[in-house]
């Protein structure tokens, strides 16, 4: 059972919030803020409610304390979008980052520096965890990125604040995809795409109960293609994957859900946006298959159109380089034109749509990719468990 965040009281209290503030930048500034924003909601009620938010994240995999990572340009992000001064403070614990938390008065917010400057946090010391949690009287977390992942601040902190709940992010994301795996409306479809056919096979196993229908595109799609006997040129085939590629095919036909897999492809000699494509039926030997031919996007918008819910997970094709990218972007389009539930796994597939005009016609876009990957497989998460009563 989790609480809800609008029971708690922070008035006059000091929350530690744990935020995804984990974004690209691009020569030290942020190249896209997408994740900072998805938190401003739950860090704005808790100031408005006389709190005081001590914010923390990670950024990238640094080693020790490389300041090439640090999360100074989200503090300037920040301050600029809640219209106060957020402080970044020189380290996540210690006794200088200790005596500004006490300093914090109701409405003001101070970020930690990143997380991942000590090992401990990601190896989940009880220390350290006492550490972040010492002079805070309420935790909130609102990463649902990490939270596939038991670590001090997002699993360990709990032991010592034992007032917490998920943020407002955390529990969209867990109501839109705990909608998938319950009751979802049907007919139900699954779009799944991306590079490995090992990276989807829990998903695949779990929702193989549940959804009417599998649409397979991008690399995964060529070990199935080659596990039915046809010819896959020099696509990426995961050699070791194609028995059991051949065993999910067996289980989907035995429950009677349609598996469909690309009946044209769109190849060329090499993965380069310069490099002549073509389509074709069957795959020659000198080409690799980059995205989803006319016919095969004709037959899944198709399918699209008839459903009532879809979760989409993995690109089509090579949609980085433009010649490959038109799969991804016209299934994408029909399905946020066809009023279908719609809910996107995070990662590639938020990515590859983002700067679409119809991205926000979807249901819902997950801000976690491998979280929401193992969601779906159906997978506990340590961060929402760590959050229960």
């Known amino acids: 059972m989790l609480t809800d965040l609008r029971s708690l009281n922070f008035k006059g209290r000091k929350a530690l919030v744990r935020c995804d503030f984990n974004v690209p930048l691009e020569n030290g500034a942020i190249a896209d803020p997408g994740r900072i924003d998805a938190s ?66 109701a409405g003001q917010a101070l970020l930690l520096e990143n997380l991942r400057f000590h090992h401990e946090e990601e190896a989940n010391d009880l220390d350290f965890a006492h550490e972040l949690a010492r002079g805070k009287e309420i935790y909130v977390n609102d990463a649902f990125g990490t939270a596939h992942r038991a670590h001090a601040s997002t699993a360990g902190v709990t032991r010592y604040l034992t007032e917490r709940a998920p943020g407002f992010l955390m529990m969209r994301e867990i109501e839109a995809l705990g909608a998938l795996t319950k009751n979802p409306e049907h007919p139900y479809i699954a779009i799944l795409g991306g590079a490995k056919v090992s990276d989807k096979i829990g998903v695949i196993r779990n929702l193989m ?16 293609i080659r596990a039915m006997g046809e010819p896959t040129g020099r696509s990426r085939v995961e050699e070791d994957k194609i028995g059991l590629a051949t065993e999910l095919l067996e289980a989907a036909r035995t429950k009677g859900v ?34 989803i031919g006319p016919e095969t996007i004709k037959r899944f918008i198709a399918r699209i159109q008839g459903a ?12 980085e380089e433009k010649p ?15 009023g279908a539930k719609s809910v996107l796994g995070g990662g590639d597939t938020a990515a590859a749509v983002a700067e679409q005009p119809w991205a926000s016609k979807f249901s819902h876009i ?24």
């Open 209 to 224: 109960t549940k959804v009417d229908a599998f649409l397979i595109g991008g690399a995964m799609a060529y070990t199935f």
């Open 308 to 319: 009532k819910t879809v979760v989409w997970n993995g690109p089509l094709g090579l949609f």
């Open 40 to 105: 401003l909601e739950t860090i704005r009620y808790i100031l408005e409610k006389g709190g005081a938010a001590v914010l923390c994240s990670h950024l990238g995999r640094p080693k020790d304390r490389d300041l090439k990572y640090t999360l100074k340009p989200v503090a300037e992000y920040l301050s600029s979008k809640l219209g106060i001064k957020v402080a970044l403070a020189p380290d996540c614990i210690g006794d200088h980052t200790g005596r500004l938390v006490n300093a914090l008065g």
């Open 258 to 291: 349609a598996f469909e897999l690309p009946s044209d492809h769109v190849v060329a000699e090499s993965a380069s946006a310069d490099a002549a494509a073509q389509v074709v039926t069957s795959i020659p030997e000198n080409r690799i298959g980059l995205d």
């Open 366 to 389: 997950s801000t976690g990719g491998g979280a929401s990957l193992e969601f779906l497989e159906g997978i506990e998460l340590p961060g929402i468990k760590a959050l229960e009563r």
């Open 324 to 338: 490959f990218a038109h799969g991804t972007m016209a299934v994408g389009e029909a399905l946020a034109d066809s």
